[in-house]
């Protein structure tokens, strides 16, 4: 069966700290991987990788992606309190464009 | 402005007494579908649609309805809520061909069912 399993499910972290938030996957046709972060409301996009090794960025953001040992990471550097929010990991299994969730990491973080 | 909307926003029913969702997006994207949100079980897509008059069950479409007729537009309707699906919904559309694609998902539709 097809999963998506995201750690930790929650972190508490102080302004201007560095996260790692961590998404391992088991697919049997992967065809790309996708990070949105969630707020009060809905989802939005952040990131879609596909290709092992090449970095995506965007500001204190970047993610990452390891297809031999089918896993991704999300950095978000110098932490703010905006950054507060779920994050939540998802993959394309290929099948009728399905996505397959990860529950989330829950991230706070205090002024 | 690129975006999905859902209406209504807010919602509180009683058991039984059919209702609509309404989705719509100005992307021009063919995929479009419908999640609920749980609290511990994450998204749980309901249907999906790969273009018009194409829909498919999600893990989740018992008690559930859906229609495309126009591209733009995919309702979701429950013909007779129980309080079970009381959750936060989410209508989402993604676009391109073949390869990988994003989703946009719309603002949330919070439902109550007493």
């Known amino acids: 069966e097809d999963k998506v399993v995201q750690s930790p499910l929650s972190l508490v972290v102080h302004e201007g700290d560095t996260v790692t938030l961590n998404c391992s996957y088991e697919v049997t046709n992967f065809r790309s991987l996708l990070w949105y972060k969630q707020e009060k409301k809905a989802p939005t996009f952040l990131f879609m990788l596909t290709s092992s090794g090449i970095e995506k960025k965007s500001g204190r953001l970047s993610s990452i992606l390891d297809k031999k040992e089918l896993f991704s990471i999300l950095n978000i550097t110098a932490t703010q309190t905006g950054d507060s929010a779920i994050y939540l990991c998802?993959?394309?299994?290929?099948?009728?464009?399905?996505?397959?969730w990860g529950l989330g990491t829950s991230l706070a973080v205090n002024p | 402005e690129a975006q999905v909307t859902q209406n209504p926003r807010y919602l509180i029913t009683v058991t039984g007494k059919k209702l609509t969702v309404t989705c719509s997006q100005n992307m021009n994207h063919e995929y479009m579908s419908w999640y609920r949100q749980d609290p511990g079980l994450g998204l749980r897509q309901i249907y999906y649609s790969m273009n018009v008059e194409v829909t498919d069950k999600g893990d989740v479409p018992e008690g559930y309805k859906v229609s495309r007729k126009e591209k733009r537009n995919f309702p979701l309707i429950l013909e007779s809520p129980s309080p079970n699906q009381t959750s936060l919904y989410f209508c989402?559309?993604?676009?391109?061909?073949?390869?990988?694609?994003?989703?946009?998902f719309g603002p949330g539709t919070r439902l109550t069912v007493t």
């Open positions: 998802a993959v394309d299994a290929g099948n009728n464009r399905k996505l397959i």
């Open positions: 989402a559309s993604g676009g391109g061909t073949g390869g990988s694609y994003e989703q946009y």
